[in-house]
């Protein structure tokens, strides 16, 4: 059954879709008259005046100056406004939390990420730091007169979009966790707000919009954390599979009879190319970049130190998690066929040493030459990839439903609660 | 982008956008009056007449008898018309080929499969034996009086569609083969009515159609024949990747360091659970199973003897070969989370000793509860599922533009060149 699902269901859903595409065609192009806005949507001059004007009212686009018209006539041109709507990204992972805020146009206007042990704090404290964290990051974008389009929530696991629930991370050791509702509760923050996703999926979104394959329709990010997840885009459309748990390629049965993993299975990619699996290959037991004192970063400058340096130990174990690396890439090419291959997380940060050797497995055991298209590419946000994708999609919200941004009058420039 | 693309172009493409809706809504909903499509369609009952009109002009509909109307007037129901349009799907795999012709109801009107030595013909003989199969079939749907809508091949390799080359077949020796090319010349039938496309895509598309999983979004088809593939259905669409190779799953390194594979890497999924690791694994090298003079289903049929006799051997190589099965099946799974892996070809056969082995390891190495959603569907089509895939796609060209089939007239019903 097709066609009837296409149309908007009414003039104020279609009101909506012409509002949101005035705002891509000026996100995606820049600034632009009435009339050059006109020709791009094929929507009539007076109509797209006049969603011109709404987005104003709502301060989503401002004037930005006017540029000599073909007839002599001049034109007033329109952009996107910066920095009076965000969109906040927050990731939980299991040795840190990280926060961004986006505007409108895309820019970061804050970042950061504080280490933490988050097994060791259990959902109810490490809930209550992410507040904190996000209290902070609402102050900055306060601070710049923004008003927040939404929070989405980056965990490394399977999650009920509907309900935010964390249903299952096995390395934070998460079951049943209500994250939506838990931050919403501290921040008092609308709960129809906040979105919980998996991480890799938002840091494909990430990628995808601002990273090294903007554009790529077919494609594919690996986290490099604790867990191995991956965020797959097939045909411009993220694939989620029939009940949103697509993509935990972490589980990937290498080695049937191998070394058990935090999942229960045995011998899973996790085991091979995982941050622990990683640290083990690196170093013996009473090794220092193993102190648990030691932040990620902090480990994992020790060991791109001993590899500059060329440490033998380091560079044979950096060897050997490449080679299982493309071993594994090589099955999901010969599965997806995408474009390109996003290495995120410590194998965007050990690139020098990992891709080589993974490249030359994906090489042998594709079908179809070169790969058959697919490109190894090191992530260039690396770490901050999920709670940027977060930020994105949170951000949605208002791209795709303008009217949503609150109008704003000369007495009050509050947003509605 | 949005908005635009979704449109008809011009009125000529919303007039065939209509036309497939009718047509549609006649397959799926079965005889219907004029005002109950207007209902469905959300069109005019005036225009509804009008599109019903040219597709009985087109011999796509006729009439169907008179229902009592709601207010006491008497409706004139329409349905599709059965037997005056086939779509005709081919197939080519190692050890046979097969040629499928459905009606515009979906009815299969003609099938047979031939066993033959694919590889030892080679590519020009190969395409001569296939001529010859595609006349039979032909013949038959032009003695019931048909129009063909076109040819559809499946083959068990990389095709490029837009030109019907066979790029890459590793388990037929084939490399460049123009399939589409050489089935027109032997013919005689218009290139632009030939397609190719992979074995395993077709598959997907004949389950989803017609066979244990119709209206199953999210599903796998595993084909079960000397190459393994998969066709992939995501959210309803296929997953062809970005250069089309998407699906390759007989070439998962599932045993790094294993026997060679036809591909030239090792230890592919298809060297554990091809036909040929099947014939090794039930038998030694003198066991008559191997008679070279013997055909795919016999030889099928004395393994499955034997396992109902409870041969100690054949239940052995069944079972492990069956865990093969569940090992790779459960990367597939938390890789795309399917509602539904349909195990087509000899997985099919020997369900009933395949099946619960390949279920415990599904069970056990996927992540999430009850393997994530994911129900093991033996085929019901078994074989037949490439070349009945193949029929539906060849439909599909008439189905999404009823303006190809040709106006009947009174003088002539002959279709146009």
Request: charge should be neutral.
């Amino acid at each position: 059954m097709r066609g009837k699902q296409d149309r908007p269901a009414d003039q104020a859903g279609l009101r909506k879709a012409n509002l949101a595409l005035i705002l891509d065609l000026l996100r995606g192009h820049g600034q632009q008259s009435r009339a050059q806005l006109a020709g791009l949507s094929g929507l009539s001059k007076a109509t797209v005046s006049n969603l011109v004007s709404e987005l104003e009212v709502r301060d989503l686009v401002r004037p930005a100056g006017i540029v000599a018209g073909r007839q002599g006539r001049p034109g007033m041109l329109v952009e996107v406004q910066p920095r009076t709507v965000s969109g906040i990204g927050l990731e939980v992972n299991v040795d840190y939390l990280a926060a961004t805020a986006i505007d409108l146009t895309g820019e970061v206007v804050f970042e950061c990420r504080v280490p933490g042990d988050v097994i060791a704090l259990g959902p109810e404290r490490l809930l209550d730091q992410l507040a904190e964290l996000a209290r902070k990051v609402l102050a900055a974008v306060e601070t710049q007169g923004a008003w927040t389009a939404g929070i989405t929530v980056a965990v490394p696991g399977l999650i009920d979009p509907a309900t935010g629930v964390v249903q299952l991370a096995p390395n934070l050791r998460w079951r049943k966790v209500p994250m939506a509702d838990g931050l919403a509760g501290r921040l008092g923050y609308s709960l129809a707000r906040i979105t919980v996703d998996n991480d890799a999926n938002l840091s494909a979104l990430a990628e995808q919009t601002s990273g090294n394959v903007v554009g790529v329709t077919d494609l594919l990010y690996l986290t490099g954390a604790s867990g191995i997840g991956a965020g797959i885009i097939a045909d411009g459309v993220p694939l989620r599979g029939a009940f949103g748990s697509a993509g935990e390629v972490g589980h990937m049965a290498m080695d049937p009879m191998g070394p058990y993993c935090s999942c229960g299975s045995r011998g899973c990619w996790e085991t091979q190319v995982g941050l622990i699996a990683l640290l083990r290959a690196v170093s013996t037991h009473e090794d220092p970049v193993r102190d648990p004192a030691l932040d990620l970063e902090q480990r994992l400058t020790i060991i791109r130190a001993r590899a500059e340096r060329g440490d033998r130990r380091t560079l044979d174990a950096l060897q050997q998690i490449g080679s299982a690396l493309g071993i594994g890439i090589s099955i999901l090419v010969n599965v997806l066929n995408p474009a390109a291959v996003v290495l995120g997380g410590y194998f965007a940060t050990l690139q020098e040493w990992l891709v080589e050797p993974a490249r030359r497995e994906v090489a042998a055991r594709v079908l179809g030459p070169d790969a058959a298209g697919a490109r190894l590419v090191p992530s260039s946000l690396a770490f901050n990839a999920a709670s940027r994708g977060g930020a994105y999609a949170a951000m949605r919200r208002v791209l795709d439903d303008p009217t949503l941004a609150p109008v704003q009058t000369a007495e009050a420039t509050e947003a509605p609660a």
